[in-house]
């Protein structure tokens, strides 16, 4: 890793977010929470559980948290607004020094948790974890994973880790400078990559789901992989005139071709090479204007303020905690005021 210049210690007392996009995680929300909380146990944390729109008793299960006395803020959204959102959402409203971002399902294995807090406090800005395999992921889970990253990077004008997903711990600054970014569909990892900060990268293995299904449809994964590949670069734009200019030369070279051999008396067939032609422009100019459409899209949407997402219920601060976790939610930190 390369030093950042300016990195430095951390004190122990530090307060650390932990930020849990949920959907529909009804049966992991206490077992996740009491995960992290024994593998930080002797930090000072929040927890800041943001239910993307679920359609069961997710935020029912947090407020059941928050009831008992733990550091636990709820955010909610009036409906689905995805991952990405969901991410935006807990980093923009977490008040730690660090934030570590990680899924709800106890994939993302909370004993390793405390290395993570320790390169930070080494001085790390960001703190990545590296998928080796996941314990019950599919062939075609592990083939469309490996095809995302191989496409996003040859697209993007930044790299981006393989199999890194969005288990990540995040120093304020880099928070900070993430924030910064107005995208209505912001792919995170992408613009953590895009920040250029150093990284410290740990390998993990991803356990089975503790409960409940996988959120993410085969839609979605498409989509998510629309929007990072159009959020973190032009080369489709760039792609599609080169191809544009592929196709033309194709067809003069063809009609150069007819020319000549009209006069030398040859006959052209003519049906097999029309149709053959026609459909070779008909698919580069489709192709060329959903590419174009896809970046419309997403200047219109800018154009109209479109909000990232809809909260509809955020807590504004935590519940009385026992005093080990009192202190660290001192003025100094500011309110939990959205």
Known sequence: MTPWPQARMRAANELLSVVLPAYNEEKNIRAMYGAVRSALSEEAIEFVFVDDGSSDGTADAVRGLREEGAPV??????????????????????????????????????????????????????????????????????????LFYAVLNFLSEVPVQAAAADFQLLDRQVVDAVLQFKDRKPFVRGLISWLGFPVTRIEYTASAR????????????????????????????????????????????????????????????GWTSVIIVVTFLGAVQLLSVGILGEYIARIYEQSRAVPRCVVVEADESIPECSSSFAAPYAPEFGNFAD
Request: net charge positive; glycine share 8%; aromatic share 10%.
């Open 73 to 146: 803020r709820l955010v909610r959204f009036g409906r689905n607004f995805g991952h990405q959102a969901a991410l935006f959402a807990g980093l923009e409203r977490a008040h730690g020094s660090a934030i570590i971002m990680m899924d709800c399902d106890l994939q993302h294995p909370p004993d390793l948790l405390p290395c993570m807090t320790r390169a930070w406090r080494g001085g790390a800005k960001v703190v990545q974890m590296v998928r080796l395999k996941t314990e019950d992921a599919h062939l075609f889970k592990r083939v469309s994973s490996r």
């Open 210 to 269: 503790h409960a409940g299904v996988s959120g993410y449809s085969l839609r979605k994964m498409l989509r998510l992989s629309v929007q990072a590949i159009t959020g973190l670069s032009s080369k489709p734009l760039q792609i599609s005139f080169y191809m544009g200019l592929l196709s033309s030369a194709f067809c003069l070279a063809y009609a150069l071709f007819a020319v000549i051999g009209y006069f030398k008396g040859l006959t052209i067939p």
